[in-house]
């Protein structure tokens, strides 16, 4: 009976370690998202490596090939679809952020530059 109730805790906490917190974040995680990153490649060591090493209002995102705390964002509800296609003309950004977009639509990467599209959800 011992073992099964050692097992159980076991389980348990391996299974809590794994979970992400009903909000989708995972412990220590600051709400928001971070801002596209369109920077380019700087050889600069990581300035945090979460989000708890940032002050309030800032996130720890990667930004010109480095993890850095930069202000965060509002995201909306859900992620962005993959985009199969590969770009022939140059990159044009049609948004920045979400809330450049209607509705729930999110701005998201694609080949070509971000753009407006519908959430997936789950």
Avoid: Y
Wanted: aromatic letters at 2%; proline letters at 9%.
């Amino acid at each position: 009976m011992k073992i099964q109730r050692f097992l159980l805790l076991v389980a348990l906490l391996a299974l809590g370690s794994q979970v992400l917190s009903v909000s989708g974040r995972r412990k220590g995680e600051k709400h928001g998202g971070c801002p596209p990153d369109d920077k380019p490649c700087l050889s600069v060591p990581d300035q945090c490596t979460g989000d708890s090493q940032c002050p309030s209002g800032k996130k720890c995102c990667s930004q010109a090939c480095f993890r850095q705390c930069v202000p965060r964002v509002s995201v909306k509800p859900g992620r962005c679809p993959k985009d199969q296609l590969r770009c022939l003309s140059p990159v044009k950004h049609l948004c920045s952020q979400d809330f450049d977009c209607s509705r729930e639509k999110r701005c998201c990467p694609t080949a070509c530059g971000r753009d407006c599209r519908n959430p997936v959800r789950g």
